[in-house]
């Protein structure tokens, strides 16, 4: 069996970083993606797709992606559920990301204080896999 999507988007909000109980870190985004076609009235349409990634890729998303920048993500689709407030079912389905590649150039405006890794960061379109920060 096989469950493996690959993304090419812009993030529609920064990343929203958030620490686990157990201090794994896990950043969630979304990315608009349009739709290779256009509908009846000529427009194209696109999709908010919501992305999680966990550990050092999460760190990293966090830092060096935000709203507006193009990203691809490398995963697989999760369908979980919880039971809400008010009792009901909802159903939650998300990419999680495994390998994620910044795809914006560089940002000169901006000053994160690290310029040595941000202009390693930034002087190519930098991927990030998931078994970076495998300790097993």
């Keep these: 069996m096989l469950n493996r999507v690959v993304l ?39 999709d908010f797709i919501p992305c999680v990634v966990f550990r050092q890729l999460a760190e990293l ?31 939650v389905t998300e990419i999680i990301g495994e390998n994620v590649r910044f795809l914006s150039p560089k940002d000169n405006t901006s000053n994160t204080g690290s310029s040595a890794v941000s202009d390693d960061l930034s002087s190519f379109a930098h991927e990030v896999s998931l078994d970076d920060d495998i300790p097993f």
Excluded: H
């Excluded at 990203?71 to 009901?88: E, F, P």
């Design 61 to 91: 998303c966090a830092n060096y992606l935000a709203k507006g920048k193009l990203a691809a993500v490398d995963g697989r689709i999760q369908v979980r559920s919880y039971d809400g407030q008010d009792g009901q079912r909802r159903w």
């Design 8 to 46: 090419i988007g812009r993030l529609t909000r920064d990343p929203e970083l958030r620490y686990t109980q157990n201090g794994v870190a896990v950043a969630s985004f979304t990315l608009a993606v349009d739709r290779n076609f256009k509908n009846a009235q000529g427009q194209k349409e696109t």
